[in-house]
């Protein structure tokens, strides 16, 4: 299999400290299932991969339980419905899985839907000790009014939040502290107002990284990108926005919960149109006409937060087209939003991501400690096949250039791959 390193700038960013074949993806799939959803959070001792198996006659999603030190498999691929143990229309897992890592508890949250012929469930596991192998798992079955396209969970002091695509979209608080303690646990559902434009529309959920908590009594923060000449009635030339919602949740007396859209923050323009649209078929990859989904829907999961004393950050990114007209060509816009001292969210510093012409997108962006950025995400072309590739930027760069001090791209043929270290 070919690979390569592609290098634009002297390398800044160390390599990675493990890179290892994660578990392959063996069902079926409609064409709209391009790429198959891979998922992984890491912990104190484990790295958990999931993978989207949806097919008309799906048995559920696959995770394995890797040894994040050294890589080795530790348990799976295991299919994520063998756990339930509690009867009900979630014995019958369906696809979209969810990994993640609750480390201010140090636990684990996996989850999926429900076979939709069985009707509208969020099936939620949560880890009973630090340990997802023989620790076992608490069971929740969420029945959500409409079917729970698309989730995206994230976890908060006072809640897990969780988004969807719901015709309007949707928002819900699960009660995080009786489920870390296995108790029967409500959820609280709002919408959001539809924008015109995309057929299918989603928030997505800030999520916590690092060892300091949000204020006390923070709310929980979904934002999206609005294109206003796709989404609006009267555009505002040269530029565009970032919705951002808080939900305020009360578990004890739930009609004090609120969710309000509390800024609309304006960003540089960009271009939401990629094969117009609707469409799940653009990018193109080598040796076929099947073109890939460009997710131009949504700010990329996951939404990053942290706290650095002085300052919150959020960051995140979503695809767009960065040539504009008729060119459909895909690349990552990033951005990152500060609030100082309990004040409001503005935007600190956004850039784009698109040095040659092949195609960026589905972006994972993440920041260290110390500020730092990372930026994973797919690449494909009529030349390259799709791959996975990182970039980064210090916290010493000034604010607003755009993420380029290192570039490396993992190139796959046909035949599969091969890892590579830069």
């Known amino acids: 299999a070919e690979q390569q390193v592609l290098t634009l700038s002297p390398r800044t960013f160390s390599p990675p400290d493990l890179n290892f074949e994660g578990q392959g993806f063996t069902g079926s799939c409609p064409p709209q299932c391009y790429p198959p959803d891979t998922v992984g959070d890491i912990g104190q001792d484990h790295y958990i991969q999931a993978v989207n198996l949806w097919d008309a006659t799906s048995t559920g999603t696959h995770f394995t339980v890797y040894d994040k030190r050294t890589g080795d498999v530790l348990s799976g691929p295991t299919i994520l419905d063998s756990l339930w143990t509690a009867g009900g229309d979630c014995e019958h897992g369906f696809a979209y899985p969810i990994v993640l ?107 916590m990284d690092g060892g300091a908590l949000p204020p006390t009594g923070s709310p929980g923060l979904f934002v999206r990108h609005r294109d206003d000449e796709v989404h609006d009635a009267q555009p505002v030339a040269g530029t565009d926005f970032l919705d951002l919602f808080e939900l305020h949740v009360d578990f004890a007396t739930p009609a004090n919960s609120t969710f309000t859209q509390v800024a609309s923050i304006p960003v540089a323009e960009f271009e939401s149109e990629l094969c117009g649209l609707e469409s799940y078929f653009c990018f193109p990859q080598p040796g076929t006409t099947t073109r890939l989904d460009p997710l131009r829907e949504v700010v990329m999961w996951r939404l990053s937060y942290r706290n650095f004393g002085a300052h919150e950050s959020l960051i995140g990114n979503f695809v767009a087209d960065v040539d504009g007209g008729t060119a459909d060509h895909g690349g990552i816009r990033w951005f990152e939003l500060r609030r100082v001292c309990g004040g409001q969210w503005n935007l600190f510093q956004e850039g784009t991501w698109a040095p040659d012409a092949h195609h960026r997108w589905m972006g994972s962006i993440g920041m260290d400690g110390r500020g730092n950025i990372a930026l994973g995400y797919s690449l494909s072309s009529t030349t390259v096949f799709p791959s996975i590739a990182y970039v980064g930027r210090l916290s010493s760069d000034p604010p607003g250039i755009r993420v380029r001090k290192q570039e490396a791209e993992l190139r796959l043929s046909g035949a599969g791959c091969r890892r590579v270290t830069p």
């Open 101 to 207: 890592h609750d480390q201010m508890a140090n636990r684990w949250l996996l989850a999926e839907f429900a076979h939709p012929s069985l009707g509208n469930h969020l099936c939620v596991y949560v880890s009973r000790t630090d340990d997802p192998i023989t620790g076992g798992w608490y069971l929740y079955d969420f029945p959500t009014p409409q079917f729970p396209d698309y989730p995206k969970f994230a976890v908060w002091p006072d809640a897990y939040y969780v988004s969807s695509n719901e015709g309007d979209p949707a928002v819900y608080a699960l009660d995080r502290s009786r489920m870390l303690a296995g108790q029967p646990a409500t959820f609280q559902r709002f919408t959001a107002t539809r924008l015109g434009g995309f057929p299918f529309q989603a928030l997505t959920p800030a999520d």
